[in-house]
């Protein structure tokens, strides 16, 4: 928290800590050890770390990629995980693709790789519902009983806009331990999402009541955009934003071809909790993908997933009066498809975003409204804690890199 804050100041300051760069966790151990000395006043001791750091910080003129290069490296040595993609989209277009570590063996982790964006994918399924609510195809009050039939333990009264900010109380099917008993079982079958449906038990609370996030929403959502499209979840992302877009490496599992020459390498222990780190990119994992449908399918660059995300907040996907209402945040810290990730304080820029994991990989997507900035950082390790980590790096060099 200290180096945090120590950080955060020097960045309001237009100024990199010298101990950033080249000593950066000597210091952090150092506050941590001296916090731990109970005898001397906490708040004297916070102040004058503040004033050390004040005076030690130094304006860091390097180029942008190269300090987002040096913070991926240092993490991934501290993390211990392979390889990480990076893409950064300035307010004028400029991208920036920065890279670290391996995807496998010698091979060099490239821009060009695919990883699995996870939940990120809720973000894309929520901006196609806005956009068949501004076609008028639906509405987001429309109740589920217009587009869904009966589903054992879920309330037909539920609104499109309670499945899309997770405010319906509906079962998380992830917590159903059978369900990944199943799907470990039958890596090669496909899960469809009658047979996920069976799965689900009953509500957390009363529609509206309460907020707890649930892939189960935006796998009915999912649902309800090809019963009210008559057409694939992959066909309508492709028609309506890919194409226009001219997003090129962005893929729905299980509906499209994934390029398997493009995909970086991912790494863990397939769920088999034995401790292991090992390569598991073609392993077996149908039924994990089509479990994943409308919740967490869609695979990517990270510079793709940036473009994306720089293009929904520069209103090129949906109309204004839309993003807004996405990003109008409720409990949980939820819109429609998007999370607040940083309120925005003295420690840190306002940041809309969303997190996501799948098989040996992790990702995040973040926008940042006072800059006018996307970051996406993916890593080939399931670890949502040290992903968040590397965000919150890149987010710091970028602001600290852009005039106010």
């Known amino acids: 928290m200290i180096y945090f804050i120590l950080n955060r100041i020097c960045t309001k300051l237009k100024y990199t800590p010298q101990w950033r760069i080249h000593k950066r966790y000597t210091l ?19 102040v004058g770390l503040i004033l050390v750091g004040l005076v030690s910080c130094s304006h860091d003129t390097r180029p942008l990629d190269m300090r987002v290069k040096e913070a991926l490296t240092n993490r991934l040595n501290e993390y211990d995980v392979k390889g990480a993609s990076a893409a950064i989209i300035l307010p ?54 217009k587009w869904l039939p009966p589903i054992r333990h879920v309330d037909s009264n539920i609104t499109i806009r309670q499945l899309l900010n997770h405010t319906s109380g509906i079962f ?28 689900l038990k009953e509500p957390h609370f009363s529609p509206g009541k309460d907020f707890r996030y649930s892939n189960t929403n935006y796998l009915l959502l999912a649902v309800i955009a090809t019963n009210a499209t008559h057409s694939t979840l992959s066909a309508e992302f492709r028609k309506r934003f890919w194409q226009p877009l001219d997003l090129k490496n962005m893929y729905l599992s299980m509906e499209e071809q994934i390029p398997q020459n493009q995909l970086a390498h991912v790494w863990g222990d397939n769920f088999e909790k034995d401790g292991s780190n090992r390569d598991i990119t073609f392993l077996p994992r149908a039924s994990h993908e089509s479990i994943t449908y409308g919740s967490s399918g869609v695979f990517s660059t990270a510079q793709d997933l940036a473009a994306w995300c720089k293009s929904l907040f520069d209103g090129k996907v ?35 975003g969303h997190g996501g ?36 790096d890149i987010i710091d060099i970028v602001t600290d890199y852009l005039p106010e």
């Open 28 to 46: 952090l151990n150092f506050i941590e050890a001296t916090l731990t000395m109970k005898a001397l006043p906490v708040n004297i001791i916070l």
């Open 318 to 352: 949906l109309n204004p009066f839309s993003v807004e209402e996405m990003v109008q945040i409720g409990k949980g810290g939820f819109g429609l498809g998007i999370g607040l990730l940083n309120k925005g304080s003295l420690f840190g820029p306002k940041v809309y």
């Open 92 to 145: 004028n277009g400029d991208i920036h693709r920065v890279c670290a570590g391996i995807s496998h063996d010698t091979v060099s982790m490239k821009p060009e790789m695919l990883f699995a964006i996870g939940s990120i994918t809720k973000n894309i399924v929520a901006a196609l519902v806005l956009d068949l609510a501004e076609d008028r195809v639906l509405s987001l009050d429309d109740s589920l009983h």
């Open 357 to 392: 994991g799948n098989i040996g990989t992790t990702a995040f997507m973040a926008f940042l409204p006072e800059y006018d900035v996307s970051v996406v950082v993916m890593m080939n390790s399931y670890d949502v804690k040290h992903s968040r980590q590397l965000l919150d």
């Open 172 to 199: 998380m099917f992830w917590d159903n331990q059978q369900l990944w008993d199943d799907l470990i079982k039958y890596r090669d079958s496909v899960f469809t999402p009658e047979v996920v449906l069976t799965y």
